[in-house]
Structure formats: structure tokens, C-alpha cells
């Protein structure tokens, strides 16, 4: 699926892990859409950058899902690698967490 343009300055993405505190933030630089509802909009987004300079050098993808309705369960995975790491599978998040345009 193609990737979705941007017509702003880069977006900016940020990830903690709660529990072990890990931060890690970036630019993202690229956008692809990987799942569409049946009126073609956006169900389903692959986000990846590369992690501040402030950071070790390290790279982030993630993958959200948004549910179709108010009030359902989205998805949210992440992968970080390079001088920071981690791994988290795709896993159900309130709706609320969840947010593209």
C-alpha cells in the first residue's frame, strides 16, 4: 500500500514503557498505510524513524491499529533497535491511546 505524504514538518513520535522506563523519541520518516476499512480510509498505520540525537543511535518502527468504532480496542507494536532495544508484539490498547489522522 503507498505510503501516506506529509505536508507538514516531520512528525514527531514518542514511546514510554512504563514499566522499565524506557523513552525513546524521534521524527518519523516514513508513513505506510499496511490496512484500509472498506471505504478506503486508513485502518492500520506502520510508523519508523530514527531516535533523537540526544539518544543513543538507535531506530524505531511501530504498527497501530484503530478500532472501526467509538469505544473499541485498538493495536499497538513497537520495535526499537540499535543502542536502545525492545521489542513489544501488537496488543489490544483502549481506543483513546490511539490516535491518526
Do not use: W
Not at 514518542?14 to 505506510?32: K, Q
Not at 491499529?65 to 480496542?73: I, L, M, S
Request: one cysteine or more; hydrophobic letters at 35%.
Amino acid at each position: 500500500m503507498p505510503a501516506l505524504q506529509r505536508q507538514t514538518d516531520p512528525l514527531l513520535d514518542s514511546y514510554l514503557n512504563y514499566v522499565t522506563g524506557l523513552r525513546v523519541y524521534g521524527a518519523i520518516d516514513n508513513v505506510e498505510v499496511i490496512a484500509t476499512r472498506q471505504d478506503g480510509s486508513p485502518k492500520a498505520i506502520q510508523v519508523s524513524g530514527a531516535c533523537h540525537g540526544s539518544l543513543p543511535a538507535c531506530a524505531f518502527s511501530a504498527s497501530l491499529e484503530k478500532p472501526d468504532g467509538p469505544g473499541g480496542t485498538g493495536q499497538f507494536g513497537v520495535t526499537i533497535t540499535g543502542g536502545l532495544n525492545e521489542e513489544r508484539s501488537p496488543r489490544l490498547t483502549s481506543a483513546r491511546q490511539i490516535e491518526f489522522h
